[in-house]
């Protein structure tokens, strides 16, 4: 197994979509990066529909809704 992260391989994949105008993939694949990454911070499975709606709903929580993720995330 890799010792990079899903996240960071999924974010340097949605980079390669932007350098590539392919921006609605790009979008997409940014998006589940930070869905992701909140998996890996809260040690969840990150394959687990139900947990990624979980840490979806986190964004929406008033504690970290400004976040700066949360900014990233909601961005249109």
Aim: hydrophobic share 30%.
């Amino acid at each position: 197994r890799s010792s990079v992260q899903e996240s960071e391989y999924q974010l340097e994949l949605a980079g390669w979509y932007f350098d590539n105008q392919r921006y609605a993939t790009g979008y997409i694949t940014l998006a589940e990066a930070i869905i992701t990454y909140l998996c890996e911070i809260e040690r969840r499975d990150i394959k687990n529909r139900n947990t990624r709606e979980e840490m979806k709903n986190l964004l929406h929580n008033r504690d970290i809704k400004n976040s700066k993720l949360a900014q990233l995330y909601f961005k249109k």
